[in-house]
């Protein structure tokens, strides 16, 4: 069994940051691709970001320039440095972990970017 924790999400000010962390446990071979998703309410799940072991990132046209996603495969998280919020992002954000080529899931961090 595999379990995804996340942290770091909560309530910013238009132009805040905030860094979202999210570690995997259990029982863990290789992890492959890992990443961000969101979604707002009324919204589908889009993907934020994402991030091979060996470091190549995908990043959401909207997010390009302001969001980094990192990983630290000893550790096995991944980081994703929001920058310049907008109120646009608001949102619950999952982070997945691809291990062998079964997706799991976070729980799901809420991140709310208003005055």
């Known amino acids: 069994q595999v379990q995804l924790v996340e942290s770091g999400g909560g309530l910013v000010q238009p132009g805040g940051s905030l860094t979202l962390s999210c570690a995997a446990s259990?029982?863990?071979?290789?992890?492959?691709?890992m990443g961000w998703y969101r979604q707002a309410p009324g919204k589908q799940r889009e993907l934020v970001a994402s991030i091979m072991p060996g470091g190549s990132t995908n990043y959401a046209d909207s997010v390009k320039g302001r969001f980094t996603i990192s990983r630290d495969n000893a550790k096995n998280t991944v980081y994703l440095q929001m920058n310049s919020l907008k109120p646009e992002d608001t949102a619950v954000y999952y982070c997945?972990?691809?291990?062998?080529?079964?997706?799991?899931w976070g729980q799901g961090t809420q991140v709310t970017v208003s005055s």
């Open positions: 997945y972990a691809v291990i062998r080529t079964v997706p799991n």
């Open positions: 259990g029982s863990i071979f290789r992890i492959n691709a």
